[in-house]
């Protein structure tokens, strides 16, 4: 079950969302009174009633907005309470013994540390310390500093012999809102409308009901995950968890934000879950590959993986797919041409020798073509050059080599940096193909310069659909709905895709 957080400043946005959250199939409600500019009319509030409702009046050092005097807070929770028209209340566990249980309402007994997140015996003496107190159900919920942080909290769930729902706030904390069902809370939080800013790091509602599917997780879930820094713009859970809807598989797929450096300790972490298998990105393509405990071919070549799979015997084998995901979107844009050139027999030019940047260079090169690599950071150009066998040249030097086909494997030009490009549109010539590897946005400045010098183009939306089904087939063993998937990208980019969760005005 999903308990659906509401705070507006005034009344009247507030019954608006409340209806909209109905309507929207809401089952539980938590209205954040601290919110309110002025003091709550409970007759007026909460004339509509579809659902059961939480009172909560958070104060700032627990990351609300309550602005007047704590005995005022508490007077307010008590007029919840007695008011009779909430069925449960919010209760931090420093003031819970102070407000004595009335009626019928059921009491939320929490903990909240937006600065941080306590080591595990601090947790345990948190938790002893509330399972002591008259609760219907407990909440923890701190800020995670690393992502292993999400598996500590987690761990807490099953071993409380009272309802409990642990969770972790901020960007960090993102897969244990999404899984904290699975360990066996009895609900999680979302936000009718996140950007009001009621909890770092908290999902809207209809990211848990359409893209996560948070009711339809349990115990037996195979979760998958994508790791990277930054992840917040990845397409990867939308169009995974939209390819395992579809098919009516028991899977979940969750975004995981890790820094740089923190891989290795994450993966450890979760295994706990345990996650099945991972979509990396950057930084850490080339640490993945240097985790795994088998490679493939191309891997093993590159120095750099998109993918890892759990073994049974415990590990994970690492999978290129971004080349083969390349080679097939640029084999299929050369079968469509007059003459149906052969790649070997053209020239390519690869900017960028990152972890996609390798791999499509060693694949090209496989293939016979004739590669070079312009890279930013000399060093890593020579040093693929070297590793591959294909030629290199300075950043500078791009302007200089002829080129049939122009493959962009740097990030210049993905959003938010969207007036970027990598190369000169005078650069551009009529005939030649040029490929972006960048897919959000799809329509790049450098595809839209090319388009307009006459050249064929190849967005990365193709590509990045194409690795998606090839990890889809390698996680699940069954064959991607290509299509669904490719929709989902192409609605989730398009710029008059209209949201069905509105922003409504102040």
Known sequence: MLCVSIGRTRHKMMIAEIQEAARR????IELRLDFLSKAPDFQRLLGYKPCPFVATVRRQDDGGRW??????????????????????????????????????VKRIVSYHNAR??????????????????????LKIAVRAEHPADNIRVLSLIPKSPKPLVALCMGDLGIPSRILCGRFGAPFSYCAFNKERGIAPGILSMEEMQKVYAYDRIGKTTRVFAVVGDPIEHSLSPLVHNAAFQGLGLDCVYVPMRVPKGELASTLRAFDEVPISGYSVTLPHKETAAQLAKEKDELTRLAGSTNTLVRLTEGGFRAVNTDAPAALEALQEKLASLPGRPKLQNLHVLVLGAG?????????????????????????????????????????????????DVLINCTSVGM??????????????????????????????????????????????VEMFVRQAALQFRLFTGKEPPLDLMRKTVRRALSPVHLREEEDLPE
Not at 25 to 28: S, V
Not at 119 to 126: A, V
Not at 368 to 376: E, K, L, P, Q, Y
Not at 432 to 455: K, M, S, W
């Open 67 to 104: 602005s007047r005097s704590e005995q005022e807070r508490q007077t307010l929770l008590r007029l919840c309470i007695a008011s009779g028209h909430f069925e449960w209340v919010d209760l931090e566990t420093d003031i819970a013994d102070k407000i004595p249980r009335f009626g019928k």
């Open 25 to 28: 199939g809401a089952e539980f």
């Open 355 to 403: 972890g996609v940047g390798r791999a499509i260079v060693f694949a090209l090169v496989k293939t016979g073509a004739s590669v070079v690599v312009a890279n930013r950071t000399l060093e890593r150009a020579e040093k693929l050059a070297q590793d591959s066998g294909c030629r290199f040249v300075d950043w500078n030097g791009r302007y200089q080599t002829r080129f």
């Open 415 to 460: 959003f938010p940096n969207v007036d970027e490009t990598p190369m000169h549109h005078s650069a551009l010539q009529p005939g030649q193909i040029v490929f972006d590897t960048v897919y959000n946005p799809e329509t790049t400045l450098l595809i839209r310069e090319a388009r307009e010098r006459g050249c064929q183009v190849i967005t990365g």
């Open 116 to 137: 941080q997140c306590p080591n595990n015996e601090e947790l345990q003496t948190i938790l002893q310390k509330m399972l002591q107190q008259d609760a219907d159900v």
